[in-house]
Antibody, heavy 116, light 110 residues
Framework: EVQLVESGGGLVQPGGSLRLSCAAS????????MSWVRQAPGKGLEWVAN????????YYVDSVKGRFTISRDNAKDSLHLQMNSLRAEDTAVYYC?????????WGQGALVTVSS | QSALTQPPSASGSPGQSVTISCAGT?????????VSWYQQHPGKAPKLMIY???KRPSGVPDRFSGSKSGNTASLTVSGLQAEDEADYYC??????????FGGGTKLTVL
């Protein structure tokens, strides 16, 4: 059974940083594109970033370019999202997702709240 | 990186069929056969229902079907059941560096 478990969410002040992690199991992690998708409270889904199997290609939505960094550790079956210079509009549930285009499996999400 | 356009709401009675549209452009839906649909119940994570326009993952009932014509994709739910009441989102590949979602449609089973 595919499992994706996010951690690292919480409350952070504007301008602060946070690092999300995702522990993957139940599939061959090193063979899968991985993504982060977020959902602001009461709003729709927004693709944030994705990363190729070997980490050689990474892509981001315009609003987070230069502030967020996606990375992976295939030896530890883990995905990460380093978030810097956080803004109030980054407040959302962040989902770890298996897939780069077809988002096949989703974690339960980690809530990130940016507020003073 | 504009979002795809979905109607905010849709509804149908049990047993009926309902179709949800998802409008894009030639840069996303119209340019690729990588449209997917997701079901999200309140407080839950989204679930993949349709991928690559009209393919169903294992375990998804065949009451769910997808199609595409030009720049618009559609999700049809046939034989509506109470448990189909949820939010539905479409998504499309929009180039190697971009993925876009629709704003979501709240499906109500009357």
């Amino acid at each position: 059974e595919v499992q994706l478990v996010e951690s690292g969410g919480g409350l952070v002040q504007p301008g602060g940083s946070l690092r999300l992690s995702c522990a993957a199991s139940g599939f061959i992690f090193s063979s899968s594109w991985m993504s982060w998708v977020r959902q602001a409270p009461g709003k729709g889904l927004e693709w944030v970033a994705n990363i190729k199997q070997d980490g050689s290609d990474k892509y981001y939505v315009d609003s987070v370019k230069g502030r967020f960094t996606i990375s992976r550790d295939n030896a530890k079956d883990s995905l990460h999202l380093q978030m810097n210079s956080l803004r109030a509009e980054d407040t959302a549930v962040y989902y770890c997702v298996r897939g780069g285009t077809n988002f096949a499996h989703w974690g339960q999400g980690a809530l990130v709240t940016v507020s003073s | 990186q504009s979002a795809l356009t979905q109607p905010p709401s849709a509804s149908g009675s049990p047993g009926q069929s309902v179709t949800i549209s998802c409008a894009g452009t030639s840069s996303d839906i119209g340019g690729y056969n990588y449209v997917s649909w997701y079901q999200q119940h309140p407080g839950k994570a989204p679930k993949l229902m349709i991928y690559e326009v009209n393919k169903r993952p294992s375990g998804v009932p065949d009451r769910f079907s997808g199609s595409k014509s030009g720049n618009t994709a559609s999700l049809t739910v046939s034989g509506l059941q109470a448990e189909d009441e949820a939010d539905y989102y479409c998504s499309s590949f929009a180039g190697s560096d971009n993925r876009v979602f629709g704003g979501g449609t709240k499906l109500t089973v009357l």
